[in-house]
């Protein structure tokens, strides 16, 4: 298929183009619901998306693209990606991109309008940083320049398989694999997340997060539906998992994420986000992104049982340090 | 058919001894059995399926901490009809427990032994499926109650489908990894397929059954029973059980600076 007849075939796709302004439009739809009366909301979900979490700084406070706009930023990014390597020579033979559905410009559930997920702050980016989180990340950063290649207990919690830095809350989406099961009883909503196998189990008696329960990866949270709206909110994270867009820098205890997600048409929940967290943020920040249905099933994903990586990382890294030592009589850099 | 509805009578009939009348159990508005909690085994079968005595742990220096209890077999038949050449390899799996178990890598472990590693696990019943959630390695599994098939693919966890027969929950498993059973180095291959079948008793009480088959390893099918007890205390609950940082000791210790140098002849450090 040629890169023209492709990129016409993209934008034939935007013609159902969604935003969130347009999302659960459609008069005639009902909404789906258990046996019980919930909305149903119970199915496989993606959150794969092309919108960046922060916003290019030259778009300013303007929330959404024009539908030309998308259009034009769609056609430069197949452009880009299309031309990085000539067809049939061996630079174009580790993988062509839009094999393998890894080209997303080519995917409607990907798009959208907005021109970032984060719309508070109005500019679309976290807000700054406390100073404690300044110099926490400085303080990791040193650390990590000096002791990352020590020993498996110094590598990154997603390299060690504890967790993946999208998994939230709040739910981020991922480079791949941002998939999502959700399964609904009266008394619990339970997403399974495919990275890295973690199930959140939220219980919906809309009790406070924080009672009879440990501080957890994951933070604890608790449930209630308010109207068609299920409201989580979650505290109690472990004061070890990062804070999104941070390493080196946890969740605090003090922290705390109102996550509302809304069914508002056949194919999509509409999720919005609050993240606040004093000792990391000078103030809170939201955003907004819908999960698309998709296909099931959903597969194991078996990040630590399969973990090569951190051998053969740990493995070179030893090999390289033992041959300097040979050589020079030295360890370490 | 005729025959499972019989079984599936007497034990309700059992039951109905044991804990009072069926009409007791709990149940969903569709009439099945309302199965979902928290539930957890409360015996010795993660140590081993078979009898066991108590004797010393594979961590002497842990003292009696990690002695191995005492416990009856949870097999019919008591023992596993293993083939000749199997039962050298559980002997030689047991010679490496501390650092071979899956358990003791945090791999996730597999059906049945989910079903009794020392750890509450929890049912959630849906208006379709049924999800099951384990506390150990933060495992989990969709039941299929219909779209049944061939696991497309094969995982650690295998893949579920279930049907109710009566009040019992039948689940057949199959696509699985190779594990292990218990501490003890039991184990099953690739070719194993399970059939676990959940019980009620009362709404406190589950009656579990798995039965076993793989040809590659034992001469005939075998089949193990226990009781799961449902875990009552206020605000029970799954915690993290995050455990691959509990397993790097064993499992990436030799890639240590200090180490990878002394294996080498070079000592650094101290």
Redesign the interface.
């Known amino acids: 298929m040629s890169g023209n007849r492709l990129t016409k075939g993209i934008l034939a796709g935007l013609g159902v183009l969604l935003s969130a302004h347009s999302l659960g439009q459609n008069e005639t739809w009902q909404m789906p619901r258990?046996?019980?009366g919930d909305p149903l909301i119970?199915g496989y979900w993606t959150n794969s998306t092309m919108v960046p979490l922060q916003r290019p700084a030259a778009m300013g406070t303007r929330e959404f693209y024009t539908v030309e706009e998308l259009e034009e930023n769609l056609r430069r990014e197949f452009e880009d990606e299309y031309g990085e390597t000539e067809r049939g020579t061996a630079a174009d033979v580790h993988y062509q991109f839009d094999d393998y559905l890894m080209n997303r410009t080519a995917d409607s559930i990907t798009q959208n309008l907005r021109t970032s997920i984060i719309y508070d702050p109005p500019n679309g980016r976290y807000p700054p940083l406390t100073d404690t989180a300044i110099a926490a990340q400085e303080e990791y950063n040193t650390w990590r320049s000096e002791h990352q290649?020590?020993?498996?207990?110094t590598r990154s919690l997603s390299e060690?398989?504890?967790?993946w830095d999208q998994e939230g809350p709040p739910v981020l989406p991922l480079g791949y694999n941002s998939t999502y099961?959700f399964?609904?009883?009266e008394?619990?909503v339970?997403m399974?997340l495919e990275m890295i196998?973690?199930?959140r189990?939220i219980?919906l008696d809309g009790g406070d997060p924080a009672?009879?329960?440990?501080p957890?990866?994951?933070g604890n949270s608790r449930g209630h539906w308010e109207g068609d709206t299920l409201v989580v909110e979650t505290t109690g994270y472990?004061g070890r998992t990062n804070a999104p867009g941070l390493r080196g820098v946890p969740m605090s205890s003090e922290a705390h994420v109102v996550e509302r997600f809304t069914r508002v048409d056949e194919n999509s929940i509409d999720y919005q986000f609050t993240v606040t967290d004093p000792n990391v943020w000078q103030a809170s920040w939201s955003g907004n992104y819908p999960f698309r249905e998709i296909e099931g099933?959903m597969?194991?994903y078996?990040?630590?049982?399969g973990?090569y990586g951190?051998?053969n990382i740990?493995?070179g890294v030893?090999l390289e340090?033992?041959e300097a030592?040979q050589a020079t009589g030295k360890?370490g850099e | 058919m005729l025959k499972k509805y019989a079984i599936a009578a007497c034990m309700l009939l059992a039951a109905a001894v044991v804990q009072g009348q069926p009409g007791e159990l709990l149940r969903r508005?569709?009439g099945t059995p309302d199965i979902?909690g928290i539930w957890q085994a409360l015996n010795n079968a993660n140590w081993n399926l078979e009898a066991q005595v108590a004797e010393q742990g594979p961590v002497e220096s842990l003292g009696a901490i990690g002695a191995v209890p005492p416990g009856q077999s949870v097999i019919a038949g008591n023992e596993i009809p293993y083939k000749p050449e199997a039962a050298q390899q559980r002997e030689q799996n047991f010679a490496l427990r501390r650092t071979e178990d899956p358990e003791a890598r945090?791999?996730?472990p597999g059906i049945p032994r989910a079903t009794y590693m020392p750890q509450p696990f929890?049912i959630?019943?849906?208006?379709?499926?049924i999800?099951m959630?384990y506390q150990f390695?933060?495992?989990?599994r969709?039941v299929?109650m219909s779209n049944h098939m061939e696991a497309?693919?094969d995982?650690?966890?295998g893949w579920s489908n279930g049907r109710w027969e009566g009040d019992t929950l039948v689940i057949e498993v199959a696509g699985l990894?190779p594990n292990w059973l218990d501490r003890a180095g039991n184990f099953y291959t690739s070719t194993a397929r399970i059939t676990e079948r959940y019980t009620p008793l009362s709404p406190y009480h589950l009656q579990y059954e798995a039965t076993i088959e793989d040809p590659a390893v034992y001469e005939e099918p075998w089949a193990i029973s226990m009781p799961l007890y449902r875990r009552i205390e206020?605000?029970a609950?799954?915690?993290?059980f995050?455990c691959?940082?509990f397993?790097?000791e064993i499992?990436?210790?030799q890639?240590?600076?200090e180490n990878?140098?002394r294996e080498?002849g070079?000592y650094?450090g101290e």
């Open positions: 258990t046996s019980w119970q290649w020590d020993s498996a207990k060690r398989c504890l967790i099961q399964m609904q009883t008394d619990f339970i399974q196998h973690d199930v189990i219980p009672e009879n329960s440990l957890q990866w994951l472990s099933p597969f194991e078996a990040c630590h049982e973990n951190i051998v740990l493995s030893r340090e033992f030592y360890i | 508005a569709d979902s945090c791999f996730m929890q959630f019943q849906t208006d379709t499926d999800m959630a390695a933060g495992a989990v969709t299929y497309p693919i995982s650690w966890m990894n206020d605000g609950r799954l915690y993290d995050k691959p940082e397993a790097e499992m990436y210790n890639l240590t600076r990878y140098f080498r070079v650094i």
